[in-house]
């Protein structure tokens, strides 16, 4: 399975950004999803993850109600829907896969992609 993000860049405070994650070599409906950001300097941090159906979908406090995860299984895509952007939200932003229940209630993935940057000017 390969995820490939994209979408970031460079945004000011207030603004919005919407990240895609293609997902190639396996269909996409077959995985749990999930963002993961990591700042400079910092270790790496859940973001959201969705569902399989995307009936289900969970967040971090600190950008719960500001960002939203969706997708498309019919394009193989997820996507992040970042709205009121702040400047502590300056991270690279990771796409991941999960390929068991397991794996995503121990909230460790199995797959990633390589990352997009998102930088939020004040």
């Known amino acids: 399975v390969q995820l490939q993000a994209s979408g970031g860049g460079l945004v000011q405070a207030g603004g919005s950004l919407r990240l895609s994650c293609a997902v190639s070599?396996?269909?996409?409906?077959?995985?749990?999803m999930g963002w993961f950001r990591q700042a400079p300097g910092k270790e790496r941090e859940f973001v959201g993850t969705?569902?399989?159906?995307?009936?289900?979908?969970s967040y971090a406090d600190s950008v719960k109600g500001r960002f939203t995860v969706s997708r498309d299984n019919a394009k193989n895509t997820v996507h992040l829907e970042m709205n009121s952007l702040k400047p502590e939200d300056t991270a690279t932003y990771y796409c991941?896969?999960?390929?068991?229940?397991?794996?995503?209630?121990?909230?460790?993935?199995?797959?990633w992609g390589q990352g997009t940057l998102v930088t939020v000017s004040s």
């Open positions: 991941a896969g999960y390929s068991s229940f397991l794996a995503l209630v121990n909230g460790r993935p199995d797959y």
């Open positions: 070599g396996r269909t996409s409906s077959s995985y749990d």
């Open positions: 969705i569902s399989w159906s995307g009936g289900t979908t």
